[in-house]
């Protein structure tokens, strides 16, 4: 069960979170959202939010090598990670916990990349 949200919620892997936060709001519009420096930030343009995650991210960790910029995904907000896990789903990587919360990486059935996320409570 996804958690409601206002936004539609895209993780980038980025190699400069400030170059990205500079691009982003400079060029195409999106107003920072947050930014707890230096590993991650978030920018918003209408419902889109744009997860901007550097290297020393929870979220970049979460991904395995070798898949470079085609690790972005959709990030989906789930109240109980656990469950999901024990519905003999295919993941591609371990639980990953952060400041934010805990994250797994998954795919579907077609291969695409989905990050599941449970905010901290």
Request: overall charge negative; cysteine-free.
């Amino acid at each position: 069960m996804t958690t409601p949200n206002q936004f539609a919620n895209v993780r980038y892997l980025v190699d400069d979170v400030q170059a990205a936060i500079d691009f982003y709001t400079t060029h195409l519009g999106f107003t920072l959202h947050s930014h707890p420096a230096p590993a991650f930030a978030d920018v918003t343009r209408g419902p889109l939010r744009l997860l901007l995650s550097g290297p020393a991210s929870s979220g970049a960790r979460a991904t395995p090598s070798g898949l470079g910029a085609g690790g972005n995904r959709i990030h989906l907000a789930v109240d109980d990670l656990d469950r999901l896990r024990g519905a003999g789903l295919t993941f591609l990587s371990d639980v990953v916990s952060g400041p934010g919360g805990r994250q797994i990486l998954l795919t579907d059935p077609a291969g695409n990349l989905i990050e599941l996320f449970e905010p901290a409570r």
